[in-house]
Nanobody
Framework: QVQLVESGGGLVQAGGSLSVSCAAS????????MGWVRQAPGKQRELVAT???????HYADAVKGRFTISRDNTKKTVYLQMNSLNPEDTAVYYC??????????????WGQGTQVTVSS
């Protein structure tokens, strides 16, 4: 069984920085792409950033230049460093990972979500 556990997040003032991380555990053979999405109150879930196993990244226009996604394959962990935060970044942030298990079929897994709140 695969689990993604997020940590970090919290409350920060506008202009500040925050980081979140997401560690995968379980019967994992390999993790391919990993990423972050977010969901603000009353809004649809939206992509924030993705990173391939080789380290190629993609960002939503709304966070480009302010957020940085990275990963540590040995730790099976993905990170999101968020700088220059503004109230529009307030949301629950979810990590995801395309996991190839030791046995069975690969699938995308999700973290439980972590709240990021930016005060003005």
């Amino acid at each position: 069984q695969v689990q993604l556990v997020e940590s970090g997040g919290g409350l920060v003032q506008a202009g500040g920085s925050l980081s979140v991380s997401c560690a995968a555990s379980g019967s994992i053979f390999r993790i391919d792409a990993m990423g972050w999405v977010r969901q603000a109150p009353g809004k649809q879930r939206e992509l924030v950033a993705t990173i391939t196993r080789a380290g190629s990244t993609h960002y939503a226009d709304a966070v480009k230049g302010r957020f940085t996604i990275s990963r540590d394959n040995t730790k099976k962990t993905v990170y999101l460093q968020m700088n220059s935060l503004n109230p529009e970044d307030t949301a629950v942030y979810y990590c995801n990972a395309n996991v190839v298990p030791v046995s069975g079929v690969g699938a995308m897994h999700w973290g439980q979500g972590t709240q990021v709140t930016v005060s003005s």
